[in-house]
C-alpha cells in the first residue's frame, strides 16, 4: 500500500477525571516536520510524543494538537506558610510599637496578605499520565495513518492510469519513427530528380544523407528508457511504502527522457505527442508529491 502526505485523525479518551483530546492534520513536505502544541503541564512528554508519532509517519508536516482536561476537585490543595505569616505579625507589631498604635491584628487580617496562603497543583503521576495520553495519540494516528491510505490508493490509481496513457504515447513514437526516415528519403530522392531533371541518382550519395537524417532524428536509446522508468514506477506503486522520494526521482528522468525526443523531433505528429507527453509526466510529477 502507499500512504498520501495529506491526512487527518481525531482521537478523545478519558480516564476517571481526566480527558485527552488529540488532533492531527498534515500536507506534503520533503521530510518529516512535526509541530506540536499542547498545555505547558505537557511539556515534559513532547520527546516521548515525537518518538510514538515516528511510528506512524515518515515525511510530511504534521500539526499536532492536544488539549486535557482536570475533572477532579482534588487536583488542588490549599497550602499556609507559617514562616510567611510569623514574618508579617513580626514585622506588623513592630510597627505598632514604633508608632503607638493598637495592635489590632486579626487571623482574618494576616490571612489575607500575599503567601500566607497558596493554592499549589498536586504533583501527577507521570507514568499514569503518560499512558493516557500515550492511548489518544495512537488513536489519533491509526485514523490519520488510515485517511492516508485511504488516499494513497486513490492516487495509485490515477498513476497508473497517466502510466497507462504514458505508454500509449511512447507506442505511437515507436511506430512512427521509422517512417519518417522512409519519407524522409522518398522526399530527399523526389527533391534529387527534380533538381537534375533526369532519373539518375547517386544511390551512395542519397543513402549517406539518409543515415546522417537517421541518426539525426532516432529516439529509439530515449524510448527504450521512457518505457522501462515507466514499468518501473508502475511496479514501485504495486510494492507500495515509502516511495514517494523514488518517484520523483524517475519522473525527473522521465522528463529528461522527453525533452530529448522532443528536442530531436522533425515531425509534426511526434512533436505533439513528446508535448503530450511531457504535460502527463508533469502531472504525475505533481501527483507523487502527495505520497509519502
Not at 514585622?91 to 487580617?109: C, K, N, P, W
Not at 497543583?121 to 493516557?132: A, I, S, V, Y
Not at 528536442?263 to 507523487?288: F, G, P
Amino acid at each position: 500500500m502507499i500512504k498520501s502526505m495529506t491526512g487527518f485523525g481525531r482521537c478523545e479518551v478519558t480516564f476517571d477525571s481526566r480527558k485527552f483530546t488529540v488532533e492531527m492534520k498534515s500536507v506534503n513536505h520533503r521530510y518529516l516536520d512535526v509541530n506540536i502544541k499542547m498545555p505547558k503541564k505537557l511539556n515534559f512528554f513532547e520527546s516521548a510524543i515525537r518518538t510514538e508519532l515516528k511510528n506512524y509517519i515518515s515525511r510530511g508536516k504534521v500539526d499536532v494538537f492536544i488539549t486535557y482536561e482536570d475533572f477532579s476537585e482534588s487536583n488542588t490543595s490549599i497550602c499556609y506558610h507559617k514562616e510567611v505569616a510569623g514574618e508579617y505579625l513580626k514585622y506588623l507589631r513592630q510597627m505598632a510599637e514604633d508608632f503607638g498604635l493598637d495592635d489590632d491584628i486579626r487571623v482574618s487580617t494576616l490571612s489575607k496578605y500575599p503567601e500566607v496562603f497558596t493554592m499549589e497543583e498536586q504533583t501527577m503521576d507521570e507514568e499514569e499520565l503518560w499512558k493516557e495520553l500515550q492511548k489518544a495519540i495512537s488513536g489519533a494516528a491509526q485514523m490519520f495513518v488510515q485517511t492516508r491510505i485511504t488516499e494513497g490508493e486513490n492516487l495509485r490509481a490515477d498513476l497508473l492510469s497517466k502510466l497507462d496513457g504514458m505508454l500509449e504515447l511512447v507506442d505511437f513514437i515507436t511506430q512512427r519513427s521509422p517512417k519518417i526516415v522512409a519519407e524522409y528519403r522518398q522526399k530527399l530522392e523526389e527533391r534529387v530528380r527534380e533538381l537534375l531533371e533526369d532519373n539518375t541518382v547517386d544511390e551512395g550519395r542519397l543513402l549517406t544523407e539518409v543515415t546522417i537524417f537517421a541518426d539525426k532524428v532516432c529516439v529509439d536509446e530515449e524510448l527504450v528508457r521512457l518505457r522501462s522508468h515507466i514499468e518501473t514506477t508502475r511496479k514501485t506503486l504495486q510494492e507500495g511504502g515509502s516511495i514517494g522520494r523514488k518517484l520523483d526521482f524517475i519522473a525527473q528522468e522521465m522528463n529528461r527522457e522527453a525533452n530529448t525526443t522532443l528536442s530531436k523531433s522533425n515531425d509534426l505528429e511526434i512533436s505533439n505527442c513528446a508535448i503530450e507527453l511531457k504535460t502527463e509526466i508533469e502531472k504525475v510529477r505533481e501527483q507523487i508529491q502527495n505520497i509519502e
